[in-house]
């Protein structure tokens, strides 16, 4: 018999804590999925946190600016975002609400604070879509905490299901995404291993938002992200007093990226055309 169980635990590749870096109209923030030490982890194109009480850090928020060619997914802990688009919608994002936005062929939206002082604490991801996908019509669809199940495991794992299904059976809001994600916001009390089964086709990352946590023998502290290596199952174990962390997976896409500002398109005669496009209204 082949002993294939220690194969399949996905182990880290790849922790880093990100970059301090500044978008929109001055917010800071933190990148960590974007940076030379990882440009991007298919079919994740970026990935930033912002977190500060001081409002000037998030003040002038994120006024209208386009996008084409991926999805963006904004994900609160703390704080009110108040998004906007040239489609017409329009919502709040409150604390362990999600919103997941395609931009398919173009759109224009704004991100702006909702409050004036206080904590503002959030991530923001980038998808990418494949080609056959990247034109679609934009699409916009947001989900209070009140929507999203939340999952308990012997007691003491509380597991947000985002996107994706559990090997429970705890299936997300959001469904249907060309690239199959997994998105899950986990607590563990300490001491406690966290086990799930992903896609071995799923590139995967976890980023712990409080505490810290050893996946498969690497420390992962507050703040860091880790890039999960091949395998089909995580196992996460929780090595402070409590721990939170997000666990996100996505099918790899594998095709070319041709990446300029607010684009994300497979060539560059695509991303002038984008440019082209933008600047002629047609979005
Ligand atoms: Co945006």
Avoid: C
């Amino acid at each position: 018999m082949t002993p294939t169980s220690d194969n399949a635990v996905r182990t880290v590749r790849l922790v880093t804590p990100g970059l301090p870096a500044s978008d929109g109209a001055g917010v800071r923030m933190t990148r960590i999925i974007g940076t030379h030490a990882l440009d991007h982890l298919d079919p994740f194109l970026l990935f930033d946190v912002f977190r500060s009480d001081d409002p000037d850090d998030y003040i002038a928020g994120f006024p209208p600016h386009p996008h084409r060619g991926f999805e963006t997914v904004t994900y609160m802990f703390a704080g009110q975002m108040r998004h906007r688009d040239n489609a017409g919608n329009e919502g709040i994002i409150r604390p362990g609400g999600v919103q997941w936005m395609t931009a398919g062929r173009g759109i224009v939206h704004s991100e702006m604070p909702e409050q004036d002082q206080g904590l503002m604490w959030g991530t923001q991801l980038w998808v990418n879509l494949p080609a056959a996908n990247k034109m679609v019509p934009p699409a916009y669809h947001e989900y209070p905490a009140d929507e999203i199940p939340v999952e308990t495991r012997d007691g003491d794992q509380r597991i947000a299901v985002i996107a994706g299904t559990t090997r429970l059976g705890t299936e997300g809001p959001v469904i249907g995404r060309p690239t199959a994600p997994i998105y899950l916001d986990i607590r563990l009390a300490a001491g406690r291993v966290f086990a799930e089964p992903l896609p071995e086709m799923h590139n995967a990352f976890a980023f712990v938002v409080q505490g810290r946590l050893d996946i498969n023998g690497t420390r992962v502290d507050e703040g860091s992200l880790a890039v999960l290596g091949d395998g089909s199952i995580v196992e996460a174990e929780s090595v402070s007093a409590e721990a939170r962390f997000l666990l996100v997976s996505a099918r790899a896409l594998k095709e070319p990226i041709a990446r300029g500002g607010p684009f994300v398109m497979n060539t560059q005669e695509e991303l002038r055309r984008a440019f082209f496009d933008y600047q002629a209204g047609r979005f």
